[in-house]
């Protein structure tokens, strides 16, 4: 028992097993495909027959080829080579695994045609399957006896190492076949050990004595370095699903378009300006925001809808019609919160003095009303079914907030589009200088600013001003002054306690 004390018969018993695990993946994955093809209540019991006649197979074979092994009386000589049985199975062994670890490690790396099969209605017999499964079993222990014996040389070992592998595959065939088909680096690196121990099998039979210990330390030394890697990948990945979601759509699109993305988020957007030109840049942006942005964040706002009272006479409400250069028109009855219908100015102007006719107008079309906080990806739909007429946008007590059109969505992604009554929002001033209303939205300014940083996860703010009072605690002045991710907000005029005029500043 004194060989157990040996380090080197243990990291050759682990390294074996690991391996024969890997080795053994095929033809686990080759017994499930024949089993599919028995009832469902037979395929566990062909499972564990398949993997037992494989264990029983890759023993028999063991003690077959070590006895060969042992044979070391010269059989052939070639020029000046001579040869006895044993150095013809290991060369013979050597050159079948060295051909097994490159022809899979071309396919691995090449790519091979994907096979499907599909089961059919009438099942295969019971003995049928089985018998295939024997076949396969003769063909895949060959590759795993030769690795074994040229791993080690106590056969005690190399049976230890087998029963081990079997049994983990018995018990865990299913996770096990997970884990190999997700990391496929731990495929090629054990394929990469199955070339290494042929190329020592090789020179064993040309009377060339390779160390097991230099074999060893090359493996262990490998499999610390992709220890490390998988270490690196699982970390990143951790990192990666930090960031948030729009930084990592952004990503994906530039290295689509052929960009490199960096860790540092300024040569990200550098390479960004270089892939797509200003307008293609802003309006991707725009289409990226659209599943994170509220209705509330892109409606015009109640304070500046235009609406027709029905309780005004008929001279009031062609005023208030021909006073803007809106085509829609919320109908409510005195006050803003009591929509009745939405209409089309040029309808209404003809039946504002026919009252029959002004009723059935107004029964034309009903207001369609959605959430505030509703996502404006999820508004899409209502405004499609609207057929192109104004959404209004309500809270949860069901007062008008504002109201929502197509265009509206269109500006969300392609910038303001303003009407003749209105002024742009945001106006660039110099290349580092803007000014902004207070109720220009935060992710109109982010596209403006090729940046991604102004909107935080779970706040409430959707406008500057909404930021501005969210980060003073309320406290607002003419002069307050406000630095945020590198973006300088200055208030610069006020409209009683709301923020009217903004100067924003970023290099």
Known sequence: MEFLMDPGIWIGLLTLIVLEIVLGIDNLVFIAILADKLPPEQRDKARVIGLSLALIMRLGLLFAISWLVTLTKPLISVFDWTFSGRDLILLLGGLFLVYKAVTELHEKMEGKP????????????????????????????????????????NIYVMM???????????????????????HPTVVILCLSFLLLIGI????????????????????????????????????VEKHESKIPLRHRTADSILRLMGGKVE????????????????????????????????????????NQISWVNLEDSPEQIREQVLAV????????????????????????????????GLKDLIKRQRPI????????????????TSKGSLVMVSDEFGNVQGLISPLDVFEAIAGEFPDADEQLDLVRIDDET????????????????????LVEEDEGYISVAGLILEKTHGTVEVGT???????????????????????????
């Open 114 to 153: 994907e096979v499907k099969v599909t089961s059919n209605v009438v099942y295969a017999g019971f003995t049928a399957v089985v018998a295939q499964i024997v076949i396969l079993d003769a063909v895949f222990s060959l590759d795993s006896v030769i690795t074994a014996i040229g791993m080690v040389d």
């Open 369 to 384: 009303y959605i959430f505030e906080k509703m996502k404006v990806i999820d508004a899409i739909n209502t405004l499609r």
């Open 200 to 235: 020592s099998l090789i020179a064993e039979g040309f009377g060339f004595h390779i160390p097991k210990g230099y074999i060893y330390s090359g493996i262990g030394v490998a499999i610390v370095i992709e220890a490390f890697n998988q270490f690196s990948k699982r970390n």
């Open 481 to 507: 002054q406000l630095d945020f991710n590198g973006v300088h907000f200055e208030v610069t005029e006020l409209d009683g306690n709301r923020i009217k005029t903004v100067m924003i500043k970023y290099r």
């Open 325 to 356: 250069p809106h085509s829609l028109f919320p109908v409510c009855r005195g006050s803003l919160d009591k929509v009745i219908s939405i209409v089309r100015a040029k309808e209404l102007l003809d039946v504002v003095d026919d009252s029959e």
């Open 160 to 182: 230890a190492a087998m029963i081990v592998a079997m049994v983990v595959m018995l018990i865990a065939s299913k996770p096990l076949t997970t884990f190999v088909n997700r």
């Open 263 to 302: 860790d540092d988020y300024d040569v990200r957007a550098g390479e960004a300006q270089e892939a797509f030109a200003d307008e293609e840049r802003y309006m991707i942006g725009g289409v990226l925001t659209l599943a994170e942005r509220s209705v509330a964040s892109i409606m015009t706002p109640r």
């Open 434 to 453: 803007w000014k902004a209303t207070g109720m220009l939205d935060i992710y109109q300014l982010e596209l403006e600013l090729g940046m991604l940083d």
